[in-house]
């Protein structure tokens, strides 16, 4: 496993003011117009007008830079779950919510869904400390709502964490069929995902 390094650099001023974020944000806007393969710390310097030089002072290589990619997603999606948690809602209703959060993500940033769920990075055992960190902290904190909910005799079942595989599994498979084109209409995303919600919820009386 490759410790990230980003997150430890220097973090100098360019005339761009935060020059880390301003890559990041470029990286994302060229993989979504052309991919995650083309995408390449030489193009990325290029986009935002700075040398090739400033660019591998914040990232070692491509590999450091999709795994900052993939970082900076989970970030999103914690502030997306503390967003819903916030809110002056019943649990069903933020269950419910949590849910079509999901696929709303999902769906609406796909390169850096793939990032953060693909075999990109890690089926090839490339993942940083950084993105571990973050992934597997995001994941134990979807398994703590599980076990709140399921205390409160919500969601079905008593065990939390195979609760949170079986749901995740199942929000992963349908936002990835939106992915790749199988299912073609996303505005049925949110439809769909309710319909399933009678699969984990506890009867009502």
Known sequence: MKASTSTSKPSAKYHH??????????AKQMIAA????????????????????????????????????????????QQLLKQSEQQNQTERQKFEQYLVNYMVFATHHPEEYELMFGRCIWKQA????????????????????????????LVLG??????????????????????????????????????ALPMFLVPKD
């Not at 571990?132 to 398994?143: E, K, L, P, R, S």
């Not at 498979?173 to 319909?195: H, N, Q």
């Open 34 to 77: 052309d991919g995650i393969e083309s995408l390449s710390l030489r193009k990325l310097a290029d986009k935002v007008s700075v040398s090739r030089t400033a660019a591998y002072h914040y990232f070692d290589d491509k590999n450091d830079l999709l795994c900052a990619i993939a970082s900076d997603g989970f970030r999103q999606w």
């Open 158 to 195: 008593d065990n939390p964490l195979r609760t949170a595989q079986i749901i995740w599994g199942t929000l992963h498979g349908i936002a990835k069929l939106f992915i790749d084109g199988v299912y073609v209409d996303d505005t049925r995303a949110e439809e769909i995902v309710k319909s």
């Open 17 to 26: 003011g935060n020059l880390r974020q301003t890559l990041l944000a470029a």
């Open 126 to 153: 490339q993942c940083t400390e950084e993105l571990q960190t973050i992934a597997h902290g995001t994941f134990q904190h979807q398994v703590e709502m599980m076990a709140y909910w399921q205390s409160i005799g």
